[in-house]
Each structure stands twice: as structure tokens, then as C-alpha cells.
């Protein structure tokens, strides 16, 4: 077989042997949702007329259910890949990586079966947080097929983007524990960014870390997208901070994966 025959062959056994983890493993992957649910429900039901009055107009839950939603499914995605996170260094300290390396199978596939995993998982935790919004009132306004394809597309990136960056921090913790700790900053920027409030409503303090950070033009692309609102100078911002991140955590992961040892 050639090489990217074979490299081909081995991702897609390392996927179906991840995806098989979280089937059978489940109770990981739902803690993880639920936070983003939760959140939703609190933010919507107990704080959304007064959120709605303070970001301008008067008291309206459903106009702050619209600026609300495309947050949330942003730190849905950083929520969920701290699954793989914890995967990772499951798999670094269990000793079954010690027995792949004695096998004739292409090495970064290890790697890739856990970024397309959790890519997958990501995507399908946005739907299902999706659903839920829009069960309880939430509506895309002014967003045609190009809007949602866009959309979809900048989804799937910034879950790439986050997820080789967990995998890098599941390479270096010592534990599964370690590992999930190491990952909290991907569900702590959200609530930093502008997922909740307008940027400019925060203290002249924090506004630079909600602006500097990319959650925050992740949020107002995806804002844009959805609800036609502008999105002006977001847009390639969000786009380089995915890619930048995503070579970010595909460097720092292969070298790690490649030298360590365990």
C-alpha cells in the first residue's frame, strides 16, 4: 500500500476506535453538554429580560434568545473538546500508545482519529444545543443557504482549531484530571468574550481581554451570519485566529506525540 493509502486506512480504524469510546463512554460527553444547555436555560429563562433591557431596547426575552444563541454554540465546541483532552492523556498514561508504536501502523494516525472524533462530536453537540434553542424561541433571521453554509463551514473550523489545541494539552498533562483542568480556559474565554454581553457594556478593564481573544470574533461572524447583523473586520479575524491555532496545535501536538516517550 502507499503511504497515504495506508496512512488513510489507519485514521479511519482510530476513528471508528474513538467514536466507539464515546458510544459506549457517554457519560463524559454529556457532562460537557450540558454545561452550554444549562447555560442557555439560565441565561434565557431567569436573566433574559433584564440581559435584553441592558444591552438596549426594553425587557424582550427573544431578541436576547437571538443574541445569546451563536455563544453558546461556540463554547459548545470549546466545551466539548475537553473530552479529548482528557482522551488524550487517557491514552498517553494507560500504556496503549506504548503498544501502537510496536505496530506497523502509520503514527500520526493516532492523532488524526482523535481530531476527526472529536471534530464529529463537536458538530453533532452544536446541532443538538441548536435544537434545544430552538425549541425554547430562537430564530435565524435573514440567513439564506450561503449564510448557513458559511456558517457551517466557520463551525467546523474553529472545532478543528480547539480541538488540536486539546489534543496538544492532553499530550503534556500527566492525567486524565490534569488534562481536564489544563482544558478549562476553553470554557472560561466564552464567558469573557462577548457570547453574553456586548463588549463595550464591560469595564474599560476587561473589554481588551474580550476583544483580543478569539472567541469574540468567532461569536459576532457567527452573530452576523445568523441574524444578518454586520460582521465587518470579524470576519478575517475569526478566520485567522482558526487557522493559526489549528497550525498552533497540529505543530505542538505531532512534536510532542513524536518525542514523548510514554
Not at 157 to 183: D, H, K, R, Y
Request: hydrophobic share 50%; glycine share 10%.
Amino acid at each position: 500500500m502507499s503511504t497515504l493509502s495506508l496512512a488513510v486506512r489507519d485514521s479511519s480504524t482510530m476513528l471508528r476506535r474513538n467514536l466507539l469510546h464515546a458510544r459506549r463512554y457517554p457519560s463524559l460527553t454529556l457532562n460537557l453538554l450540558l454545561t452550554p444547555i444549562m447555560l442557555l436555560l439560565l441565561f434565557v429563562y431567569v436573566f433574559g429580560d433584564t440581559m435584553s433591557a441592558g444591552i438596549g431596547g426594553g425587557p424582550d426575552r427573544s431578541r436576547y434568545i437571538a443574541y445569546l444563541v451563536p455563544g453558546l454554540l461556540l463554547m459548545t465546541i470549546g466545551s466539548t473538546v475537553i473530552g479529548t483532552a482528557v482522551s488524550v492523556s487517557t491514552d498517553m498514561t494507560e500504556g496503549i500508545i506504548a503498544r501502537f508504536r510496536t505496530m506497523a501502523i502509520h503514527r500520526g494516525s493516532v492523532l488524526v482519529g482523535h481530531v476527526v472524533g472529536s471534530v464529529l462530536q463537536s458538530v453533532l453537540s452544536v446541532v443538538l444545543v441548536g435544537a434545544v434553542a430552538v425549541a425554547i424561541g430562537f430564530r435565524s433571521t435573514d440567513a439564506g443557504v450561503l449564510e448557513w453554509l458559511a456558517a457551517l463551514g466557520l463551525l467546523v473550523l474553529f472545532a478543528t482549531a480547539l480541538t488540536w489545541i486539546a489534543v496538544g494539552m492532553g499530550l503534556v498533562s500527566p492525567n486524565a484530571e490534569a488534562a481536564s483542568n489544563n482544558a478549562m480556559p476553553l470554557i472560561l474565554l466564552p464567558l469573557l468574550s462577548s457570547a453574553f454581553v456586548p463588549v463595550d457594556a464591560m469595564p474599560g478593564w476587561l473589554q481588551p481581554i474580550a476583544e483580543y481573544q478569539p472567541f469574540t470574533p468567532a461569536i459576532e461572524t457567527l452573530r452576523g451570519l445568523l441574524l444578518g447583523s454586520g460582521i465587518g473586520h470579524n470576519g478575517w479575524l475569526a478566520v485567522l485566529w482558526c487557522l493559526g491555532l489549528a497550525v498552533l496545535g497540529y505543530f505542538w501536538s505531532t512534536s510532542k506525540f513524536n518525542r514523548d516517550p510514554r
